[in-house]
């Protein structure tokens, strides 16, 4: 999972990599047509009326497509959750709080959160694979807050899926060398369930080449970290230039494999995270 920065970002920023950014107008009209469309579906908001608000939401799905090439190009084009580029199938613009129907752990729903539908906010990439797996699921901790149109409270809810635009969520997801998805170390007994929960529903461990692909970025770069110790220490021996050389590299290919851009760059940052050497450190972006 990437920490995208979303709360900070928009399609008139002229600083994102491979981004041709909008004009204020064009952005200003995104925005306007989005109100226009929350306020017609407030228009629906009675249970006999749901039918009629997921046809209009379905019917304006272009609208939130409009910002995919943006959306993805603020994670250099990968999957804010898998972070990978091919292997989780095609991208999706992802609604974070699902649009139409909300699903608990025991699969009993409540209404969705349509007053998001055309919200960026609550838009992410996801790749086909996980997208379709989460579907509606969104449940809340036991005795949470539950937003509604009425009583919007979405900062107040505790939910059991990470979010690739709170870092603090981002934080909580670790790897291990066999190229699994599992909780950080030290987490507490509900991050634990938020973590294992996030990962049974995006198939983190289950999509086999996702799995596949992560243990071979972790041994990778466990053998770059152990050219970094063998070459580290021929420099400790005195004045070598070769070794000093080969070191720079090695640092420079570490260094290549945990930037933000690169697939998997959070596996390559825990396999030297796992290592607890400051000198490595040192070395992630």
Known sequence: MIWIDLEHKLPTDSDIPEWTPWTREKWQAWMDKSQQLVDQLAAFDVPRQK?????????????????KEWLLALSSGKCWFSEVRELYSHYDVEHFRPKKVAKALDATERDGYWWLAFDYMNFRICGNVGNRKKGGWFPLQVGSHC???????????????????????????????????????????????????????????????????????????????????????RCGTGNNPAAQQKLRSVCEQIREKTQSRAELSAVAKWCILFRNDSSLSRLIY
């Open 147 to 233: 937003s509604t149109y009425a009583c919007q409270c979405e900062e107040s809810e505790s939910k059991y899926l990470l979010d690739p635009i709170d870092d603090y969520d981002v934080s909580l997801l670790a790897f291990d060398e066999e190229g699994k998805a599992v909780p950080v170390p030290g987490a507490t007994e509900w991050e634990k369930q938020r973590v294992l929960e996030t990962v049974k529903r995006l198939k983190f461990n289950e999509h086999v080449p996702l799995a596949e692909a992560r243990r071979k970025i972790w041994q990778q770069v466990d053998g770059l970290v152990e050219d970094y110790l063998r070459t580290k220490a």
């Open 51 to 67: 039918e009629e608000r997921n046809a209009l939401i379905n019917a304006n799905s272009r609208h939130w497509g409009q910002l």
